[in-house]
């Protein structure tokens, strides 16, 4: 009697695990399927970069000096000619002095007899020859300093000019200098040659001088905002000391950094999207390649690698209701290749099969292994260039428990 009852216990087990499995061959197995149509892939990457100002007034300091005054703040809206700061003049006062009190001496030498010329006359004027080489090679510094900036684009022609004239004026300075001491040097008796020569070598240097001093108050040469003050009163400066900038509001460009292995696939002209962060979501504006610096600098990445990095200048169409200043860090994507009305799957649908790629796909509501030829990729996705059509429907998912040929697909779309 009790095998009786484990029999019909063991046959109603069996049944229940049949129709178990009977039940969830026919439920089925629940898959994320994605309807393939035409679409677009593209590769990019992005760089960060910082806002700059296309143009701008970079102010350096043309003499040493102390800072009297800076009579403007960041922020401040200036015009063409108005004063930013004023150097101390006082070291340039005293040259003036020694200079008039010389061509005062010499003026009234040449009032009276003419005589040999005395020894401390030659050595007098040997120290004015040294004193405008001193000059000349200062001036020489500077100029080889801007005219760097001036072909970077850092200063303006006015301040390169003023610069170049003071190279000039300080060469003129040397030539009459010693032209006087020889001059001086070569007269047996003094003759009115002589001291017109000493006359005229004095004065050039004394217009020199009151050329510097005047420049003592410097001045805005364009019309814009006052940016990166970086000195204040009672500061010394030396000569090619930055002190401040002047820049034209709302006319802003990007400047990225990007690495070598990147930028032979930019072009100046190309479109590029600017991703900026607002409060509430992030902003995407078009942007374009302005230009292409031709070499690369060294760059540290964030690692503390150095990297070979290439400037690409980025412009953009200000946007309503988006502001940004200089010194914002702005994220630029390049799109760099692009395909139109294809196939895209994701790469992790794929799977090997055969010597080759496959995807499932779902098919009268079962999988079927379907092989593929894929082609263009991106960095998460692959175009199908053949084995499927458009409307034809991929199984995400190719590790899924449970899944095999003939098996009964409930979609997750």
């Given at each position: ?88 003049t006082k070291e340039l006062d005293y040259q003036l002095q020694q200079l008039n009190a010389q061509l005062k001496s010499v003026r009234g030498e040449q009032s009276g007899t003419f005589q ?152 100046e002209g190309m479109k590029v999207d600017l991703i900026i962060e607002t409060k509430d979501e992030d902003q995407v504006v078009p942007g374009t390649v302005k230009n292409i610096a031709p ?33 914002y860090r702005i994220d630029a994507e390049f799109t760099t290749d692009q395909r139109e009305n294809v196939l895209v799957v994701p790469k992790t649908a794929l799977f090997p099969y055969d ?59």
């Amino acid at each position: 009697m009790k095998n009786k009852w484990k029999i019909i216990l063991f046959v109603a087990l069996a049944v229940f695990v049949l129709g178990f499995m009977a039940f969830e061959s026919l439920k089925g197995l629940e898959a994320d399927v994605l309807e393939v149509q035409p679409g677009s892939a593209a590769t990019a990457f992005k760089e960060e970069g910082i806002v700059t100002a296309a143009f701008e007034q970079n102010i350096f300091a043309l003499y040493p000096g102390e800072i009297l005054e800076v009579v403007v703040d960041e922020g401040q809206a200036v015009k063409v000619g108005d004063a930013l700061l004023t150097i101390n003049t006082k070291e340039l006062d005293y040259q003036l002095q020694q200079l008039n009190a010389q061509l005062k001496s010499v003026r009234g030498e040449q009032s009276g007899t003419f005589q040999k010329p005395h020894e401390s006359q030659i050595i007098s004027q040997k120290l004015l020859v040294e004193q405008a080489q001193r000059d000349l090679e200062v001036n020489q510094i500077n100029l080889e300093r801007f005219t760097k900036l001036y072909e970077a684009g850092a200063v303006s022609p006015k301040d390169f000019e003023d610069v170049l004239h003071m190279a000039e004026s300080a060469e003129n300075n040397l030539a009459l200098q010693q032209q006087a001491l020889q001059l001086l040097e070569e007269s047996s008796s003094g003759t009115a040659q002589l001291y017109a020569g000493r006359i005229e070598a004095l004065q050039a240097q004394i217009e020199y001088l009151k050329y510097q001093k005047n420049r003592n108050q410097v001045t805005a040469a364009v019309n814009g905002i006052v940016g990166n003050i970086a000195i204040k009163k009672n500061d010394f400066v030396a000569i090619g000391t930055p002190l401040l900038n002047v820049f034209q509001p709302r006319d802003y460009e990007l400047e990225v950094f990007v690495l070598t292995s990147d930028v032979a696939s930019i072009q100046e002209g190309m479109k590029v999207d600017l991703i900026i962060e607002t409060k509430d979501e992030d902003q995407v504006v078009p942007g374009t390649v302005k230009n292409i610096a031709p070499s690369a600098v060294s760059k540290i990445s964030a690692l503390g690698l150095e990297e070979q990095r290439v400037k690409v200048t980025l412009t953009w169409e200000n946007a309503p209701g988006i502001k940004v200043f200089p010194g914002y860090r702005i994220d630029a994507e390049f799109t760099t290749d692009q395909r139109e009305n294809v196939l895209v799957v994701p790469k992790t649908a794929l799977f090997p099969y055969d010597g080759g790629d496959a995807l499932w796909l779902v098919t009268g509501g079962k999988a079927n292994i379907q092989p593929v030829k894929t082609g263009f990729e991106t960095n998460r996705d692959v175009v199908i260039v053949d084995g499927i059509t458009a409307g034809d429907r991929v199984i995400l998912n190719p590790q899924l428990e449970g899944l095999q040929e003939g098996k009964k697909i409930v979609s997750v779309e």
